[in-house]
């Protein structure tokens, strides 16, 4: 009987990619993937360390696993749980002191030793932890992609970060920045495009810092590594995520205008909208900079759709300096966008401050923000009523997005999802699945019917 490995996965796209390089790794060691922890012969609950209650969430989600583990020891069985990501770097031994369910500890960048640690927690009966940083080893080891391959597929090409913002756990959980060559990055996307890949997604904590190696040994920018996959004639689309606005340079905006396949949205968080706050939390850029890449970017590429990550309740942030936030929001026009209430996570500068922001200004204004941010997102999708738009179909749409209320097309047809050149979700339906089969992993033109604040919904165009 093969083993079964369930992972669980929370946070950011980096960690998706990292449970489906752990799952890759541990099915290559004969363990079949599994989709509940009963009966699991591991369980890792991979977890991220960026907000709050992240090792509230973790411990409550060892507290469920208990009885499972205790179920397959009167079995006669083993069942190793192993905490991976953020959390397990940053809490380390400490996850063993408070929950005896762990058998292994391991970080974002020590998880391809999961094997090894698995044959000495079997072998010799111990607890087992590496918390190493040897990103570029991690790598090589690393089987190539399986899991999770549809039309779309993530790669990281860059990890960590230098930039050490003073609220931010990422710099000490995933360690300095590192670029992987381009060679490497080239292998694993012609081995995803022997899997039928369209879209590459490439992932980074600073991916336009990117500054890997071409295979003559001369340094290579983001720009150029996505000029590389644009070669490829299979990939059709390409995007990147998340990126940094002091490293958005000329040559990364003028890809957006030259190079089609480079989707035109970006996720470029700029937290902020007061000076004084961006200084406070270590930006090193100002308002001013932001607006001068938009103008540029639009410039460049008129029809951009933009993204930003924005933290309300900063310690020091008056009402004046949440005001320029909403000013900021106005100005630009966003098409999507995450917001959330500081918190202070322990270890990083501005956790200390005697400034900190009352619960409820913090709920306060978050709630403006959020009320702003959906409007311009549903302005955003409004334009594309009536509109036609490339499509790229990835799979069936979500059962309860099927059933749901909210959704205009509602009949017992195969809905297909995909998504739009600006990160939309788009459903559609066909009269039945031989018809839904001729559309996954290919791009097909949809006339939007009907804007929701998070989806379109529409009709196949060259169906009617
Ligand atoms: N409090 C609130 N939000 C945070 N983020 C990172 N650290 C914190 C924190 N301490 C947000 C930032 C970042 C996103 C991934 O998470 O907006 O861009
Ligand atoms: Fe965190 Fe700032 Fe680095 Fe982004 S740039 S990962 S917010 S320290």
Redesign the pocket.
Known sequence: MPKKIYIKTYG?QMNVYDSDRMQDLMNSVGYETSEEVEGSDMVIINTCH???KASEKLFSDLGRIRPFKEKMKEAGKQMIVAVAGCVAQAEGQEIFRRSNVVDIIVGPESYQTLPDLVGKVLREKTKQINLDFVPDNKFDILPSSNAGVGASAFITVQEGCDKF?T????PYTRGAEYSRDINKILDEVKALIDKDVKEIYLLGQNVNAYHGFDENKNPANLAKLIEKIAEFPQIQRIRYT?SHPRDMDDSLIEAHRDIEKLMPFLHL?V?AGSNSVLKAMNRKHTRQDYFKIIEKLRKAKPDMGLSS???VGFPGESDADFEDTLDLVKQIGFAQC?S??????QG?P?ADSIHQVAEEVKERRLAVLQKLLTEQQIDFNKKFENQIMPVLFEKEAPKSRKNSSKNPIDSDKIQLWGKSPWLQSVVVEVDNQEIANNFFNKISNVEVVKARPSSLFGTISNLK
């Open positions: 950011c960026i907000r709050e913002c609220f931010c756990v990422v998340t968080p937290q990550d924005f933290i995450y959330f209430k500081y918190s202070p996570r990083t501005s």
